[in-house]
């Protein structure tokens, strides 16, 4: 535990939390600032930051969690589909450094939407260059 995580603290119930799901590993609780009603947070209850630190056993427990809660969110409210959001980082958006997925049931009309803009590559060889510098780096 990191004594000064929020989402360690829910984990020993020094602040309260909306459990959804726990096992011995896992946590997953109601987000306070849903982006649509129904978002849910899954956690594994060891403190881990960032995702590339966490062990393959903790990943594929956590992604098993994250299913089970979008399936769980389809059939419960009916929902026409389900995000499933990681981010690593203060840049990529990650406010709590706790790794976390958070899992969103959507409908079509919930009016959210993304900012997301896309900008293709001006060439395919910048594409490819940058794959080649992904490949290599893979371990």
Not at 1 to 29: H, N, R, W
């Amino acid at each position: 535990m990191k004594s000064d995580c929020i989402f360690c603290k829910i984990v020993a119930g020094q602040l309260p939390a909306c459990k959804v799901y726990e096992d011995a590993e896992t946590l997953a609780f109601m987000d306070i600032g849903p982006i649509v009603p129904g978002h849910t947070l899954v956690i594994p209850k060891l403190h881990i930051d960032p995702l590339t630190a966490a062990p393959p056993a903790i990943l594929q427990k956590l992604i098993l969690v994250v299913q089970n809660i979008a399936r769980a969110q389809l059939s419960a409210f009916k929902a026409d589909g389900v995000n499933v959001i990681q981010a690593n980082g203060r840049a990529a958006g990650q406010v709590v450094p706790h790794l976390h997925f958070h899992v969103i049931p959507r409908f079509a009309t919930d009016g959210h939407h993304w900012n997301w803009k896309p900008h293709p590559y001006a060439k395919s060889e910048e594409m490819s260059a940058l794959a080649e510098k992904i490949k290599g780096a893979l371990g």
